[in-house]
């Protein structure tokens, strides 16, 4: 349909301009097409290389495209890629936590409810250990002093966004904790500012999902886990040794799921998770002064801030997320400006991060030599 679609342009064209116009928009076209197919091939054979399943989608020159290879459910052979499925974000759904925070010290500006990132957190968590010297900015850098683990070990139980909350703040009460401005990446952070943001709006992190995210950007394959159609699916992962595929398949229950809100219960396609990455800073969810914001906050100790690492001068943005032990990899690397990069979500790996970017990278570097970093 795409080659018949570009005859037909070309005729038109030809009737009504030089031939020299139609015959130049003919070899746009036809150079486009080639380079899609050359990157659809070497993408699939670098997956198949590194024994790796998943989708990405591959931004060029500001062309997106999406590729998949293998099955998302080996078991029902539903392919990876398949409008069936929506793929776990992990850690990625960081960034977009962080942006709604932006987003409610922007709308809070000149009413008593305002804060900014020098706000302490025992406005909201007056209970919590160490909450009247950590400020909104120390959560969003990883910066609290915060350690308490077990947030991805399943509980076996179905928690609500208030429950999953407040399991938080005790388990943070109970557990060592380090000096506010070291660096440590812990869930807890997030997952804290999933409850300001509650407390804040009085309403839902869900709600607000919906309405700042999900409206704004007219996405219509983005989902919190409990919200993903019954026509739809999560994908299954896999487990890969080097020399078997769709080995020691698990899944995401939704126990473990709901007890990260905001950190990591965001289901996606690469496409969709592409244009929200545009529109952070396009305007849409933020701009460009907002992101800046968002990215270089006080309390920033390492590249790490609101959600992405930046490199390069801040001329490349980058996030990884998994689950552990499920098999599951995230991995977003784009340009400042969004015109290349990747989106990735594997769901068959050897759990192993290094050697899932490597696949990544493998990718960044046809696309643009010299530009993306390895790690």
Known sequence: MKHKFITMVASLVIATTPLVTATSQVNAATITNNKQTEMYSFVRNTFKKHNVRGIVTVVQNGEPQTISYGYAWYGKRIGNGSSKVVYPTASLQKVITGAMIVQLINETKGTKNKFTQNTKISRWYPNLKNAANITVGNLLTHTSGIMATKTEIDRGYNYSEDNAINWVVNNINASKSDTIGNYH????????????????????????????????????????YQNIPKKMTDPISYYSNGSKNYQKAT?????????????????????????????????????????????HLKSKVVNYSGGMYLYNNDNIRNAYGSFKGQHFGTWVQLTADNQNGIVMFLNQTNDNENDQKDVGYEILKRIKPNTFVER
């Open 185 to 224: 990446y812990n869930n807890s952070n997030y997952i804290l500012l999933t409850g300001i943001i509650r407390q804040v709006t009085g309403k839902s992190y869900e709600d607000n999902l919906q309405t700042r995210i999900i409206d704004k950007l007219n996405l219509k394959n983005t989902y919190l």
């Open 251 to 295: 899944y995401l229950k939704k126990s473990l799921v709901s007890q990260i809100p905001g950190a990591g219960n965001l289901f996606t396609t690469t496409a969709e998770y592409y244009k929200i990455q545009v529109g952070l800073t396009d305007g849409t969810v933020l701009n460009k002064d907002d992101f800046y914001y968002l990215t």
